[in-house]
């Protein structure tokens, strides 16, 4: 037999009969390991699931108009052929334009885009109600929604017109003009004057609890009330709100010639929405011309409301609505004020670098990173690896003296089985390799142990944590077992000092 | 001829000295058993005859080689290659059978090799328990294979500390058996006791006393 088959045997026998203690030492190599391996797992898998997690952060980066002008929808959509297939998690593109909701006199930024891609980029969107799926359905941003008194199922009237001027703007000159006059009178002169046959006039007056009413109304040749819309959407729904819905209370203004005093020539008061009804009277009396405006190209469409966004941010003060319904009504098809990528790649280098691939092979559009986005992630991920390094350390440094300890009490446990070792003429070398071989035994087999436990470790905290299953890396059971056998190798250190400095005379003196 | 001589050895630990200016020695194939009460030097000499020990001054000629002065390392070597130890608690690795704390005896000397081992366990009368480990032998046969193991080497030397302390009569007797049959087999043996019976089995007996030689003792109804 040879001398490597006995010492094989000898530190296999004490490995596996003398199983108690050993077992300690085992069980601290193994936890170690597992710890160890689970965490490097995670640390190598944490950069791939975190760049996941920060998609629901929103784009990580812009395709922006090269120069000035809007880019085309088109040469947006060619600049993405060149990413990676699966790199691309969503592309959304968006029009911004300014549009009038003319009953209100106010006017809003409008967005038209692609509601299918919108979840894609902007998963953070919470929506009460839902994503407008038809033509002629908005998305309302939460702050409009509150300014208008608008819920979901609503509809709601919006103008675009070519021109730079707004409802609101014309609205503000025409009571500037009123104010000049400096008097009350003056104001109902002009609404007076603008009372001609055939006009639409619009105004608004403080219901209850100062609560605007809007009324829209229409003359006939003869200048009296052909038509009559109010909206009071901000008013009480069963309240104040009935005078946009009563029937009977409606018809009354129908062939009236302005201006309207309540309760008397036939138009009563709503009962139980008096003041209401008091604001619709005043609304009327005030209400002045539309302003045709200048514009060349003017586009009217009523949309249906089908969900407010609520999202903390910019976008609340939005209406949304799709590039198509936009396209039409501005008669502009295919431009794009930016599109909104969102890019799954491990690394901010990895996206710079898909960016700047863009801006190479583009020449109408170019690639920009949201560094608010991109930043974040490289610190959170920074934080995290230096965390998984800090722990893996610690968790070293415990494996070490659990095993050290263990491996002490083990070498004190065995006092006289190495002094007779030495009085048999084993020398100081056969007692530091046989010591040290059973370090490294324990260390490959706490390694082989711990790191299947640490695959194990890693993806349960990966699966409860990310919720996905993780990576397997294979060189890493082997690492694993590597630093697990050097760990017990060092840990063995000063164990093996002291058997070695054992005096083989104290199997002499009959202890 | 002189196997081992030892001419004036002292060792002093601090104030007390356990040798006091001793010298013996033992002609090889000769039986000599070392008495005296505890205090009396014994262990001492022991631990200098087995080379894991050096004395304070004198000198100890092993095979006509002068040993006091030699290193740790050289002193393992000769006692590896030249000395077999019997001890009175036997010392056996608990976690190896007969036959392996036998090899492990072959693996520092030489090499391990299980044929002999079993046949020097069948020397002693234990070749079926050649698997057992020493949790499963008595106290008489792990004395057994302790003879075994110190044989196995061929030695020049047998040193045996109380080497029947700890065994019943029936069993001190085997073991005496075992060294007569040594002994005729032209085998130097040094046997250290405090047990008459022991120590008459001998040729000739040694008696320290503080420190000292006291008397030897030729014992004339020694039976080859």
């Known amino acids: 037999m040879s001398k490597r088959k006995m010492f094989l045997r000898m530190i296999t026998a004490s490995l596996l009969r003398r199983r108690s203690r050993m077992l300690i030492a085992l069980l601290s190599i193994a936890v170690g390991a597992a710890i160890l391996s689970g965490l490097v ?42 990413l990676p297939a699966d790199a691309l998690i969503g592309a959304t593109p968006y029009r911004y334009v300014r549009m009038d909701m003319v009953s209100r006199q106010l006017s809003f930024t ?246 700047d691939d863009i801006n190479a092979g583009a020449t109408a559009v170019t690639a920009r990173l949201v560094k608010r986005v991109t930043r974040s992630e490289t610190t959170v991920l920074g934080k995290l690896q230096s965390l998984v390094y800090l722990v893996t350390v610690v968790v070293l440094l415990l494996t070490m003296i659990s095993v050290s300890t263990t491996m002490m009490a083990v070498v004190t446990e065995r006092r006289r089985e190495i002094g007779l070792r030495k009085a048999l003429g084993a020398s100081d070398n056969s007692i530091r390799t046989e010591f040290l071989g059973e370090g490294l035994f324990l260390g490959l087999l706490g390694g082989l142990l711990g790191g299947l436990l640490g695959f194990v470790f890693a993806q349960v905290i990966s699966v409860n944590v990310f919720g996905s299953p993780i990576t397997l890396q294979p060189l890493l059971l082997p690492a694993t077992i590597a630093v697990s056998m050097i760990i017990a190798a060092v840990s063995c250190l000063l164990p093996i000092r002291s058997a070695v400095a ?5 199997v002499l003196k009959g202890e | 001829m002189k196997l081992l001589e030892i001419k004036n050895v002292s060792k002093i630990y601090g104030d007390l000295k356990a040798l006091d200016n001793v010298s013996l020695h033992v002609d090889k194939g000769e039986w000599v058993a070392i008495m005296g009460p505890s205090g009396s030097g014994k262990s001492t000499m022991m631990n200098i005859i087995g080379c894991m020990d050096k004395p304070t001054s004198g000198e100890v000629l092993l095979d006509g080689k002068d040993i006091s002065k030699e290193s740790g390392k050289a002193l393992t070597e000769i006692r590896r290659d030249k000395i077999g130890l019997i001890f009175q608690q036997f010392h056996m690795v608990n976690y190896l059978t007969a036959v392996e704390n036998i090899m492990v005896s072959q693996y520092y000397h030489s090499l391990p090799d299980e044929k002999e081992a079993l046949d020097a366990l069948e020397r002693v009368g234990l070749r079926e328990r050649a698997k057992h480990l020493p949790s499963q032998l008595s106290g008489g046969e792990q004395q057994r294979v302790c003879v075994a193991r110190a044989l196995i080497n061929h030695p020049e030397l047998i040193l045996a500390d109380e080497p029947t302390g700890n065994l019943d009569e029936a069993n001190e007797n085997i073991v005496l058996d075992l060294f007569r049959q040594l002994h005729r087999e032209g085998t130097t043996l040094i046997v250290v006791t405090h047990d008459p019976e022991v120590a008459e089995a001998a040729q000739r007996t040694i008696v320290l006393e503080h420190g000292k030689v006291a008397r030897e003792i030729i014992n004339e109804n020694f039976v080859e």
């Open chain 1, 41 to 82: 797992t995670i640390y190598y898998d944490v950069p791939r699931q975190m760049s996941a997690q920060f998609r629901n952060y929103g784009a990580n980066m812009l395709l922006l108009p090269a120069g000035e002008s809007s880019m085309t929808r088109e040469s947006a959509e060619n600049a993405l052929q060149s």
């Open chain 1, 110 to 355: 409008t967005a038209g885009t692609d509601f299918e891609q919108v979840m894609k980029t902007s998963p953070y969107f919470h929506i009460e109600g839902s994503l407008p799926e038809n033509d002629r359905e908005v998305l309302l941003g939460k702050a409009v929604a509150d300014q208008l008194g608008m819920r979901v199922g609503r509809s709601m009237e919006l103008t675009w017109q070519a021109g730079a001027q707004t409802a609101k703007a014309a609205a503000d000159s025409a009571s500037a003009a009123g104010q000049t006059s400096g008097e009350d009178t003056a104001a109902d002169q002009a609404a007076e004057q603008d009372r001609q046959p055939g006009a639409t006039l619009t105004g608004s007056a403080e219901g209850w609890q100062n609560a605007l009413i809007y009324v829209t109304v229409t003359l006939d040749d003869e200048s009296k009330i052909k038509t009559i819309d109010v909206d009071a959407s901000l008013q009480t729904e069963e309240f104040g709100g009935r005078t946009a819905t009563d029937e009977a209370f409606l018809t009354q203004f129908i062939g009236k010639s302005l201006p309207l005093t309540l309760n008397e020539a036939g138009i009563d008061a709503l009962s139980g929405a008096t003041v209401s009804s008091g604001a619709v009277v005043r609304a009327i009396n005030e209400a002045r011309a539309v302003q045709a405006g200048s514009a060349p190209v003017e586009s009217k469409r009523t949309f249906t409301v089908t969900g407010i966004l609520d999202t903390g941010g910019e976008e609340e003060d939005y209406i949304f609505m799709s590039l198509k319904d936009l396209e039409d009504m501005t008669g502009e098809p295919g431009r794009l004020d930016v599109m909104e990528l969102s890019v799954q790649a491990a690394s901010t280098e990895d996206l710079q670098k898909i960016a």
């Open chain 1, 502 to 506: 054992v005096d083989p005379a104290l």
